[in-house]
């Protein structure tokens, strides 16, 4: 059974900085997609980041290009998302996702993913 465990976020003022991860069990990693998505109220669940566990280049939405970035380590199967010059607009549930449910889906859906962390709140003041 796939289970990812997220660790990390919290509360920041504008301009700092916060670091998530998300450890994968379970899971054969360096295979698929591993991503994360944020979530404000009321609101579908936006893509952030993606990245191919394989190798490859990362992709990023626009809104943090430049500002966060995600990586990744092979031997504790965990993924990460460094997030830096944080602004208030990024306030919101971050959550990692796992395994296309279809290699054809688009890895910046949400409804592509298969298995899902457990969500962590990162909030960031003005």
């Known amino acids: 059974q796939v289970q990812l465990v997220q660790a990390g976020g919290g509360s920041v003022q504008a301009g700092g900085s916060l670091r998530l991860s998300c450890a994968a069990s379970?899971?054969?990693?360096?295979?698929?997609?591993m991503g994360w998505f944020r979530q404000t109220p009321g609101k579908e669940r936006e893509g952030v980041a993606h990245?191919?566990?394989?190798?490859?280049?990362?992709y990023y939405a626009d809104s943090v290009k430049g500002r966060f970035t995600i990586s990744q380590d092979n031997a504790k199967g965990t993924v990460y998302l460094q997030m830096n010059s944080l602004k208030p607009e990024d306030t919101a549930i971050y959550f990692c996702a796992a395994e296309l449910a279809n290699s054809a889906y688009d890895p910046r859906e949400a409804e592509s993913y298969l298995y899902w962390g457990q969500g962590t709140q990162v909030t960031v003041s003005s």
């Open positions: 379970g899971y054969t990693y360096g295979s698929d997609y």
């Open positions: 990245i191919y566990t394989g190798g490859g280049s990362p």
